[in-house]
């Protein structure tokens, strides 16, 4: 199977990259932060405070989490019931990146990114895929881009759906969120030492799809 592992920052366009160049490549697409979203959810779901790590760790045993793939996207369910809309809200990715810091959590979703990879052609899009979960991926692909880029795209993408925000509002808890993810002591997010970093800084959506293509066919020539 053929494994290509894309991590990196929240809001540096991996999801909406990956899984462009997944469909063109004809990959199955997994976003592994939905997994670390629908804990979160679960958490929320129940009272269960997400930065209580033992009481997060209790509430795993009663959780059913799988994805599903429907006519190439992919969904999340949560103890059978549909969450794929539930984990995009905002308070899920405050939970998401809180509960992801708990160990327990980590080992429990590991599995499950171990067997998908295992059985499918995929990119897959998370934190730690190309240090952690597939250490052995064809492609480590690193794509990140400066805060402010990132705040810059999500405020866009936010008043264009006429939701109000503010841009500092934005910023901070992308420098928040960012802070969490790459400074706790388990699976932090950085590049694998054979990550192919990609700054999407200064690139349209269509070149930094393009480029994964690119590295993908590269990587594995006679395959992709
Ligand atoms: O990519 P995202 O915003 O949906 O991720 C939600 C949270 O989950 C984020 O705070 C980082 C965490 N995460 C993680 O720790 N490891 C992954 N492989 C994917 C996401």
Do not use: W
């Amino acid at each position: 199977m053929i494994n290509i592992a894309i991590d990196g920052p929240s809001g540096a366009g991996k999801s909406t990259s990956a899984r462009a160049a997944a469909k063109e490549l004809g990959f199955i697409y997994v976003d592994t932060g939905a997994l670390y979203r629908a804990v979160g959810v679960a958490a929320l779901k129940r009272g269960i405070a997400t930065a209580d790590a033992k009481a997060v760790a209790d509430m795993l045993p009663s959780l059913k989490i799988a994805l599903r793939f429907e006519a190439g996207e992919q969904k999340v369910y949560l103890n059978g019931e549909d969450v794929s809309k539930t984990i995009r809200l905002p308070e899920a990715s405050m939970a998401a990146s809180d509960v992801s810091a708990v160990p327990a959590v980590r080992a429990f979703l590991f599995d499950l990114q171990k067997t998908l990879a295992r059985e499918n052609d995929c990119i897959m899009d998370g934190r730690d895929i190309g240090t952690v979960v597939l250490p052995e991926a064809q492609l480590k692909i690193f794509l990140t881009a400066s805060a402010e880029e990132r705040a810059n795209r999500r405020y866009n993408e936010l008043i264009s759906r006429g939701t109000p925000v503010e841009y500092e509002a934005l910023l901070s808890e992308i420098v928040q969120r960012d802070y969490n993810d790459s400074h706790r002591a388990i699976a932090p997010l950085k590049p694998a030492p054979d990550a192919v970093i990609l700054d999407s800084s200064d690139m349209g959506f269509e070149e930094v799809v393009a480029e994964i293509v690119r590295l993908v066919k590269e990587t594995v020539p006679d395959e992709a």
